[in-house]
């Protein structure tokens, strides 16, 4: 059977960039301070999508018999050569969207070796997970994907440079270091896919992105994913896309809609006890547990072995990548019932059989919270939530509910008489938060992201 992919489409060329942007209070007229924002359309079935045969018969392997909302609107404008920022939580099919046009578009390796899209993510668990979502919705073509992230070995990676690569997904920090090696060349790059981008300019790879940016061609194509559109993701997308049309697949939407969400209070030298009934009376199939630092993970991480014994694991960035691999990999295997997870790790988890999230400590903002809940309920399957909520924390609990525009169910257990909440100063482990979560602690920083 022969098959080719259809051809590139042209990019536009130059076009004047959008004036430096005002931000008004409104959220609609502030996407549209961006570019021009599209809803997204119904559809049905991928037949409605300009796709080839190869594509579709993949997209059917992969088990999806509808797009959802980002990639109903996503893929057409991408196939077209258009520069797109899709406003899109984890969780709504965000890697296949952009994934899709650029396979389609891909020329073979015999008439390119040099990466022709690259797509940066801001952690290695996210390259993984992306890498593997692309090759498989790349069955039925030959396609070099290489991940370049770090703490996987550099050998491997400039070898397979060395041989060729279509595609390059990676973290900003790896990428950045095989350009200054002069091992990765982006000259042929003709889209570049920045995903989660508001992630990676929290944990403070802008300088990095930049220069990504800087060394790929000036007419390629720039798809900027992001969950919130703050400040800082307006001004990359002002400096170095062309005429972006926004896609808004957040308005009156919230990718944890069909999770339920609870919270307890509790008196915080009882939380270990609390939770061990709430998973008593749970059983969940399994269940990722969130806390606000590495050390504090893992504490707990000891303390519930004790009960679970091996299936219970615990990921955070300490851990060598190794362990961290083989870690989620039991977790898929369903070996582990229980993940003792920090946000930054955690973040990237995509597996569809969490059916519980607890949030043994609140998250430090908002955005956390709603990625955190992501990791349960993925593409609209059922999921349950649980927050603890200790004294002096009420305030944190109000802005994650004025976020999400819900409000969280107070529940209860035998022994755990409702602690009252005052608003108070919160009692923290600042001094050994990583640096993005205790950036996030200040009330400024907290107050200009809950700017909706
Ligand atoms: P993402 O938002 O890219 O992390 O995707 C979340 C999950 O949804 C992944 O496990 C995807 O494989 C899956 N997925 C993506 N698109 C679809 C679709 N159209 N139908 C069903 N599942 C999908």
């Given at each position: ?14 076009g004047?960039r959008?004036?430096?942007f005002?931000e008004?209070?409104?959220t609609i007229a502030?996407?549209e301070s961006v570019g021009?924002?599209?809803l ?7 037949d ?34 258009a ?5 899109a939580?984890t ?9 899709i046009p ?10 390119c070796?040099?990466?022709?899209a ?16 692309a ?5 039925g ?8 992230s770090?703490?996987?070995?550099m050998n ?7 041989n060729?690569v ?12 095989h350009l200054?090696r002069g091992?990765l060349r982006?000259h ?7 995903d989660?981008?508001d992630?990676?300019l929290?944990?403070g790879f802008r ?6 940016m800087?060394?790929?061609p000036?007419?390629r ?5 992001s969950?919130t559109?703050?400040?800082v993701?307006?001004?990359?997308a ?6 972006p ?5 957040c ?17 915080n030298?009882r939380k270990v ?5 709430l998973?008593?009376?749970e059983?969940p ?9 590495k050390?504090g993970?893992d504490?707990l991480?000891?303390?519930l ?6 299936a219970?694991?615990?990921i955070h ?8 691999d ?5 977790l898929?295997d369903?070996?582990?019932k229980?993940?003792?997870?920090t ?9 569809t059989t969490?059916s519980?999230?607890?949030n ?9 919270y709603?990625h ?11 999921g349950v939530a649980y927050?603890?909520?200790?004294p ?5 609990l109000?802005?994650i509910?004025?976020r999400?525009?819900k ?11 409702p602690v009252?909440a ?5 009692k923290?482990?600042?001094e050994e ?7 996030s602690l200040?009330?400024?920083t ?7």
């Amino acid at each position: 059977m022969s098959y080719s992919r259809s051809p590139r489409n042209a990019r536009k060329s130059g076009g004047g960039r959008p004036s430096r942007f005002e931000e008004p209070e409104d959220t609609i007229a502030l996407l549209e301070s961006v570019g021009p924002v599209v809803l997204p359309p119904e559809m049905d079935s991928f037949d409605e999508l300009d796709l080839s045969p190869v594509m579709r018969r993949a997209i059917a392997k992969a088990g999806f018999t509808k797009p959802s909302p980002i990639q109903a609107s996503l893929i057409p404008y991408a196939l077209e050569g258009a520069d797109v920022i899709g406003q899109a939580r984890t969780g709504t099919g965000k890697t296949a969207a952009f994934s899709i046009p650029i396979l389609e578009q891909l020329d073979s390796l015999e008439e390119c070796r040099d990466p022709q899209a690259i797509i940066v993510v801001p952690t290695r668990e996210l390259a993984d997970q992306v890498a593997g979502e692309a090759a498989r919705l790349a069955r039925g073509v030959p396609t070099e994907i290489a991940i370049l992230s770090g703490g996987k070995n550099m050998n491997r990676q400039l070898r397979q440079l060395e041989n060729g690569v279509q595609l390059v997904v990676g973290t900003p920090g790896r990428i950045h270091d095989h350009l200054q090696r002069g091992t990765l060349r982006l000259h042929k790059t003709w889209c570049v896919v920045l995903d989660e981008a508001d992630r990676m300019l929290d944990i403070g790879f802008r300088p990095q992105i930049e220069r990504i940016m800087r060394k790929c061609p000036r007419n390629r194509q720039t798809l900027l994913l992001s969950a919130t559109l703050p400040p800082v993701v307006r001004r990359l997308a002002e400096s170095y896309m062309t005429e972006p049309t926004v896609i808004d697949c957040c308005r009156n939407e919230m990718a944890v809609d069909t999770i339920e969400q609870r919270y307890f209070t509790v008196a915080n030298d009882r939380k270990v006890e609390l939770l061990e009934q709430l998973l008593e009376r749970e059983n969940p199939e399994q269940a990722i547990i969130f806390c606000r630092t590495k050390r504090g993970t893992d504490r707990l991480h000891r303390q519930l072995s004790r009960t679970y014994h091996g299936a219970c694991g615990c990921i955070h960035g300490d851990l060598q990548q190794r362990e961290r691999d083989r870690v989620l990999q039991s977790l898929r295997d369903r070996k582990l019932k229980l993940l003792i997870a920090t946000d930054v790790v955690g973040r990237g988890i995509d597996i569809t059989t969490i059916s519980h999230i607890v949030n043994f400590d609140v998250p430090q903002d908002c955005d956390d919270y709603v990625h955190r809940v992501g990791r349960t309920g993925r593409m609209g399957r059922d999921g349950v939530a649980y927050t603890f909520v200790v004294p002096g924390e009420g305030e944190v609990l109000t802005s994650i509910e004025q976020r999400i525009n819900k409000e969280l169910v107070r529940d209860s257990l035998e022994g755990f008489d409702p602690v009252p909440a005052p608003v108070a100063a919160v009692k923290s482990e600042e001094e050994e938060a990583p640096a993005e979560a205790r950036r996030s602690l200040n009330p400024m920083t907290r107050k200009k992201k809950r700017r909706r």
